[in-house]
């Protein structure tokens, strides 16, 4: 069975511009989470989704916004990127929620110049 | 909000030696995860553990989960060069959200 899968891989951006980026998660899991995870930090929580239906929010500005979709795929969008958005977004499936194992994808590295 | 710490932030260790991370939380946990991520990688889970006092082994990794469930440790026996990376613990403090700690770097010296 397939994994995560997470696009773009990287990407890179200017401070004020927007960024999409996009989750599959894996086959019957309906839980998609998002997180930020900079260099030597652990992963900070950003959204959770279920039946697409957003159920968690991490201490994120609003320029941060989320979406899932009847596949259970997701979107994460930033908006008026900042020089600090720089970091490594991470997108977890599972099949309900936190309470159960979350299964990363490989992540997209975004650069803001 | 919920917090998770863990200690040591770094630790360095010659192969064959042994290695324990720590992990505290700030509020009761209803089960604790725990998750390797390797240079340049994703978090990998490893283990989740839910019962108060729970003991969980995996070959040379034990996994525990204190009494109260606030608190929670990881011990690799005879440490490999395999086991390089970060160990993370993390707690829900609910269904809807899941709280990383900042993770312990673990370097084997072959």
């Known amino acids: 069975d397939a994994g995560v899968t997470q696009s773009p891989t990287h990407l890179i951006k200017t401070r004020g511009q927007q960024v999409t980026l996009r989750c599959s998660p894996i086959?019957?899991?309906?839980?998609v989470s998002w997180y930020q995870q900079v260099l030597g930090q652990g992963p900070q929580f950003i959204f959770q989704?279920?039946?697409?239906?957003?159920?968690g929010r991490g201490n994120f500005p609003d320029r941060f916004s989320a979406r899932q979709f009847p596949n259970y795929s997701s979107e994460l969008n930033v908006n008026a990127l900042l020089l600090g958005d720089s970091a490594l977004y991470l997108c977890?499936?599972?099949?309900?929620?936190?309470?159960?194992?979350?299964?990363f994808g490989d992540g997209t590295r975004l650069s803001i110049l | 909000g919920q917090q998770v710490m863990q200690i040591p932030q770094y630790q360095h260790v010659q192969e064959g030696e042994d290695f324990t991370t720590y992990c505290n939380s700030s509020t009761t946990l209803s089960n604790i995860q725990w998750y390797k991520q390797r240079p340049g990688g994703h978090p990998v889970f490893l283990i989740q553990l839910v019962k108060s006092g729970e003991v969980k082994k995996q070959k040379r990794l034990t996994f525990q989960f204190g009494e109260a469930k606030k608190n929670s440790s990881l011990h690799i026996t005879a440490t490999q060069t395999t086991d390089v990376g970060t160990y993370f613990c993390a707690g829900p403090p609910s269904n809807y959200k899941l709280t990383f700690g900042k993770g312990t770097l673990l370097t084997v010296n072959p």
């Open positions: 977890a499936s599972s099949k309900t929620g936190s309470n159960q194992p979350q299964h």
């Open positions: 989704y279920y039946e697409k239906e957003e159920r």
């Open positions: 086959s019957g899991h309906k839980s």
